[in-house]
């Protein structure tokens, strides 16, 4: 079974883009979770939605970070204006609800902000 | 105080050794508990889930302390392919958390020829 995609794998731009940033959950899945790593703050929780509904969007940074499920299969996080301190890893994670079950994460996105 | 803590490390350690991670979490409410691998510039990786009787993988055993709220993992004769990052993940349950995860902030592992 194919696992969390995301796309694009690589992004460099710069300051002042907007970046749309995309994620496949597994089929079944019906919880979606979007992470920022950095070196320095580790593996923070952005927002988290379930069945396509927004549960948790507390750890979004600031206005300039938005995220939708238009459907139950497929996610979108866009910045916009990009800076450079956005620059980080993005993963996404999908999971089916319950507290017993882990979260799957994608490959993740490599974003570069210059 | 952190929700999940861990010591960062790093552990340096040599082929076949036994090493042991600890983790401790805030919240007593916590429902379920997983260790996570994460090597260098991939994503996370579920480990193993960790029951409350203990449980064991082949060389790793977790173990779980809801009293004293800690986590461990052992992993006997480690192998170079052992090194990366471990992760201790806590369900916090509750409502509006039943769902989400928290991760601790890793413990590093490198082993050595």
């Known amino acids: 079974d194919a696992g969390v995609i995301q796309s694009p794998r690589h992004e460099v731009t710069e300051m002042g883009q907007e970046v749309t940033l995309r994620c496949k959950l597994i089929?079944?899945?019906?919880?979606l979770f979007w992470y920022r790593q950095t070196m320095m703050r580790g593996l923070e929780l952005l927002i988290y939605?379930?069945?396509?509904?927004?549960?948790?969007d507390s750890g979004m940074p600031e206005d300039r970070f938005s995220a939708k499920m238009p459907n139950a299969s497929f996610s979108t996080l866009k910045i916009q204006p990009s800076e450079p301190r956005d620059s980080a890893v993005y993963f996404c994670?999908?999971?089916?609800?319950?507290?017993?079950?882990?979260?799957?994460f994608g490959d993740g996105t490599r974003l570069s902000i210059l | 105080r952190k929700e999940v803590e861990q010591d960062p490390g790093p552990f340096n350690v040599p082929e076949g050794a036994t090493v042991a991670f600890n983790c401790t979490y805030s919240?007593?409410?916590?429902?379920?508990f997983f260790w996570y691998r994460q090597d260098c510039r991939k994503e996370p990786k579920l480990l193993m889930s960790?029951?409350?009787s203990g449980n064991e993988d082949g060389r790793f055993t977790a173990q779980l302390n809801r009293a004293s709220q800690y986590i461990s993992l052992l992993i006997r004769d480690s192998k170079l392919s052992d090194s990366a990052t471990y992760l201790c993940?806590?369900?916090?349950?509750?409502?509006?958390?039943?769902?989400?995860?928290?991760f601790g902030a890793g413990t590093r592992l490198a082993v050595h020829p």
């Open positions: 994670a999908s999971k089916i609800t319950g507290t017993g079950q882990p979260q799957h």
């Open positions: 089929s079944g899945h019906n919880s």
């Open positions: 939605f379930n069945n396509n509904v927004p549960i948790d």
């Open positions: 919240n007593s409410a916590s429902q379920s």
């Open positions: 960790v029951y409350s």
């Open positions: 993940v806590v369900n916090p349950g509750g409502s509006g958390g039943y769902n989400k995860l928290i």
